[in-house]
């Protein structure tokens, strides 16, 4: 089967760094997804990994280690507009995604 | 703007009644989908469609029935609204059925069920 475990809540300061894991447990591998949530918003695309390795996109990256099941973003220089929930998602065999709970990240000033 | 547009923005409903939750978008995407996003957990697919006249089922379907006589449109039907169907309420498109399958989503549908 296929499982996806982030943390729950994170909480950070204005202008620091902060990294939000993802593991994953799934049959095959198509590929990772990270989306940002704000509250009461849709879901917004943020990045897709489907190597190893970082992939910088401005002040937000992401990492993937698919030997490991693993995956983290990393928000560099957080804002205030940053304060939302991050989704990690990896899709089924039959490319239907599936989705963790999401990590809601809490900026503080 | 090009995207998605649900409706309604926000319904409640008494259990046992019906309700039709409508999507539309413009983007000539050939898949779309519903999810339901209730607290603590994940997005959960209910229907899902991979081309006009095609549809599927997802993780959570009981319940609930779609259609998709056009590109354009898939609306998701409860037949008998219960209680544990309050939930918020996502449609999405994609143009690819590939693994890098990126979803636009509508902006939600809040349902609650009394």
């Known amino acids: 089967g296929q499982n996806i475990d982030q943390p729950t809540e994170m909480t950070a300061t204005e202008g620091a760094i902060v990294q939000i894991n993802c593991k994953y447990q799934?049959?095959?591998?198509?590929?990772l997804f990270w989306y940002q949530q704000h509250a009461g918003e849709a879901p917004t695309f943020l990045s897709y990994?489907?190597l190893d390795g970082l992939e910088e996109k401005g002040r937000f990256s992401s990492f993937l280690s698919r030997s490991k099941g693993y995956s983290y973003l990393l928000l560099k220089e957080l804002q205030m507009k940053d304060s939302a929930s991050y989704l990690c998602?990896?899709?089924?065999?039959?490319?239907?995604?599936?989705w963790g709970a999401g990590t809601k990240l809490i900026i503080k000033p | 703007t090009a995207g998605i547009t649900q409706a309604p923005t926000s319904q409640i409903l008494a259990a046992g009644r019906s309700m039709t939750l409508r999507c539309t978008q413009d983007?000539?995407?050939?898949?779309m989908y519903w999810y339901r996003q209730d607290l603590g957990l994940g997005l959960r697919l209910i229907h899902y469609?991979?081309?006009?006249?095609?549809?599927g089922k997802g993780e959570v379907p009981d319940g609930y029935s779609v259609s998709r006589a056009n590109t354009d449109d898939f609306p998701l039907t409860l037949a008998s609204a219960v209680p544990s169907q309050t939930s918020v309420y996502f449609c999405?498109?994609?143009?690819?059925?590939?693994?890098?399958?990126?979803?636009?989503f509508g902006a939600g549908s809040r349902l609650t069920v009394l």
């Open positions: 999405a498109s994609s143009d690819s059925l590939s693994g890098a399958n990126v979803l636009t």
């Open positions: 983007m000539r995407h050939n898949a």
């Open positions: 469609s991979n081309t006009a006249g095609t549809t």
């Open positions: 799934t049959s095959g591998f198509n590929g």
């Open positions: 990994n489907v």
């Open positions: 998602a990896v899709p089924n065999s039959n490319y239907q995604l599936i």
